[in-house]
Every structure is written in C-alpha cells, then in structure tokens.
C-alpha cells in the first residue's frame, strides 16, 4: 500500500503510486509458485478491484477518459472471478456446517462440499499457471502497471475526489433503498459491488486524510459478501447431483441462512447509508 509520505506528493502521483503498488502486488501473488493459488487469487482479486474503485475518483470525462484502462482491468477481473467464487461457494458451506441448527443435514453439506471441491479443481487444470491463459493474465497485469504513468490522472484535485465520493454514497443508498425487504440476488449483488467501491475509495482516503475510518462500512461490505456466497451456494446445488429430497432441504436451509443474512444486513445498511451520513472530504487549501 501507499507509504506514510503522502503529505509531500500530489493527489496524482499519490493515486498513481497506489495503483501502481496494487497491481505490482497482484503481480507478485500470481507469480508466485509457492503460494496457495486460491489465496493468490483471492488477494489478486482484491487489488483489481481497488484500483478499479480509485479511478471512479474522478469526474465524469475523467472516467470516460480512462475507460480502455477500466476494461482491461474488468477483464482481469472476469479471469480471476470463476476461480475465486469456486473458492467462496466452499467457504460458506465450511461456514454452514459448522453452524447450530444443521444436525442431519451436515453430511449433505459435507457431500456438497467435496464436489465443489472437484469442480474447482478441475477448473485449475484448465487454467494451468504454466499455461497460456495465466501467463497472459500476468502479462497483462504487468502492462496495465507499466501504463499507470500515463493515465490521464493530471488536475486531480480534492474536490472532484470529494464529488466522486459523495457520488459513490448516492449510489449506495439507492441501491440499499431498491433493495429494502428484498431477496432477489442478482440486485443485492450489484447493491454490494456498490457499498464495496464506495469503501475502498474511503479507505484510499483515509490514508490521505482526506475521509474518515470506514470501520462500520467494512463491516457491512463483509456481511454483505457473506450473503453472496450463499447465493452462490444456491445456485449451485442443482449442479452437484444430490439426492432431490436432500438438494430441497439443503438449499431450503441456505436460502433461509441468506434471508435471515439480508434481514441484518438491511438494518446495518439503514444506519449508515442514509442522506446526510456522506463522507466529507476536508476542504481544499
């Protein structure tokens, strides 16, 4: 992440060091033979998405502007994504066994697991990190590095940082007014992206000084992830060739998990997503 000096360097060169870091990083998980590949992917992942979050830091012809670098980065994303949701989807039901409540129903989990656990293993097989594919992903993570230095970030200054923000927490808040009282996952889903770019762009700031700590919102975005990967538990069981009776059950048990989950998440939400809470960046000198 960005060090410590930032007092002393530009908004620009202080958003552009930190997209440069977050890709090298990326850079350096994927290359690495000697790490857990689900971790890489997982913490990879992430840093696509921030720097992803910090260039909507900008006014609109400044995103417009920097849109063929956004795509590269969005099909970044879309490599990584199958893979890491491969490793969500058995994280939740790790989580679901170990739950109260479950009693019979824990070897059916126990069976769903071990062939999700095939699924993404077979996954990799295709997607070997000697083959092709890999070797492009990391080609292209390190040219999208390489070209950070030339990303029209000139002029970026604290009040469209501060316009960005704001604009990020309007798009919250309606999602989390769309949203209120219902279950539907895809919505919640694209709800979630919303709440997470509107915490890492807080986060960025914070190490600025330019936002408050987003603790609270932390919290939120990690429940709200918890509950996507229940859907995505859902989705699945259909593919995992489960007697009927027990898939009904199972899945009868996750929806009921994730409901309960959105139920939370909603009253979490109201208190923080509300007209009036926005960040304030500090006013400019």
Same mark, same amino acid.
Not at 176 to 197: D, L, T
């Given at each position: 992440?960005?060090?410590?000096?930032?007092?002393?360097?530009?908004?620009?060169?202080?958003?552009? &060091? #930190?997209?440069?870091?977050? !890709? @090298?990083?990326? $850079?350096? +998980?994927?290359? /690495?033979?000697?790490?857990?590949?689900?971790?890489?992917?997982?913490?990879?992942?992430?840093c696509?998405?921030?720097?992803?979050?910090?260039?909507?830091?900008?006014?609109?012809w400044?995103?417009?502007t920097?849109a063929?670098?956004?795509?590269?980065?969005?099909?970044?994303?879309?490599?990584?994504?199958?893979?890491?949701d491969?490793?969500?989807?058995?994280e939740?039901?790790?989580?679901?066994?170990?739950?109260?409540?479950?009693?019979?129903?824990?070897?059916?989990?126990?069976?769903?697991?071990?062939?999700?656990t095939a699924?993404?293993?077979?996954?990799w097989?295709?997607?070997?990190?000697?083959? &092709? #594919?890999?070797?492009?992903? !990391? @080609?292209?993570? $390190?040219? +999208?590095?390489? /070209?950070?230095?030339?990303?029209?970030?000139?002029?970026?200054?604290?009040?469209?940082?501060?316009?960005?923000?704001?604009?990020?927490f309007?798009?919250?808040?309606?999602g989390?007014?769309?949203?209120?009282?219902?279950?539907?996952?895809?919505?919640?889903?694209?709800?979630?992206?919303?709440?997470?770019?509107l915490?890492?762009?807080?986060?960025?700031?914070?190490?600025?000084?330019?936002?408050?700590?987003?603790?609270?919102?932390?919290?939120?975005?990690?429940?709200l992830g918890?509950?996507?990967?229940?859907?995505?538990?859902?989705?699945?069981?259909?593919?995992?060739?489960?007697?009927?009776?027990? &898939?009904?059950?199972?899945r009868?048990?996750?929806?009921?998990?994730?409901?309960?989950?959105?139920?939370?998440?909603?009253?979490?939400?109201?208190?923080?997503?509300?007209?009036?809470?926005?960040?304030?960046?500090?006013?400019?000198?």
């Open positions: 992440m960005v060090t410590a000096d930032h007092d002393q360097i530009s908004l620009c060169a202080f958003m552009r &060091r #930190a997209c440069a870091d977050q !890709l @090298q990083q990326a $850079l350096d +998980l994927l290359s /690495d033979p000697g790490r857990d590949r689900n971790e890489a992917v997982h913490e990879a992942r992430k696509v998405r921030r720097v992803r979050a910090w260039l909507r830091l900008g006014d609109p400044r995103r417009r920097l063929e670098a956004d795509a590269r980065l969005r099909a970044l994303r879309r490599t990584l994504g199958p893979l890491r491969g490793a969500s989807r058995i939740a039901l790790d989580r679901l066994r170990k739950s109260r409540g479950i009693g019979s129903m824990r070897s059916a989990l126990t069976q769903a697991r071990s062939r999700l699924a993404l293993e077979r996954r097989t295709r997607i070997p990190r000697q083959g &092709r #594919a890999w070797q492009c992903l !990391l @080609q292209g993570l $390190l040219e +999208l590095r390489d /070209d950070c230095a030339s990303w029209p970030l000139d002029g970026l200054d604290q009040a469209e940082i501060g316009r960005a923000l704001k604009r990020s309007r798009r919250a808040c309606r989390r007014r769309q949203n209120a009282g219902r279950h539907a996952a895809a919505s919640r889903h694209e709800w979630r992206g919303r709440v997470r770019i915490l890492l762009q807080c986060q960025l700031l914070e190490q600025r000084q330019l936002a408050p700590p987003s603790n609270a919102l932390k919290r939120l975005a990690q429940s918890d509950e996507n990967d229940l859907a995505l538990v859902s989705r699945v069981l259909g593919q995992l060739g489960l007697p009927e009776r027990t &898939r009904l059950n199972l009868a048990q996750v929806q009921s998990r994730r409901r309960g989950l959105a139920k939370r998440n909603d009253a979490r939400a109201l208190k923080l997503l509300r007209p009036g809470l926005a960040p304030r960046t500090p006013a400019p000198d």
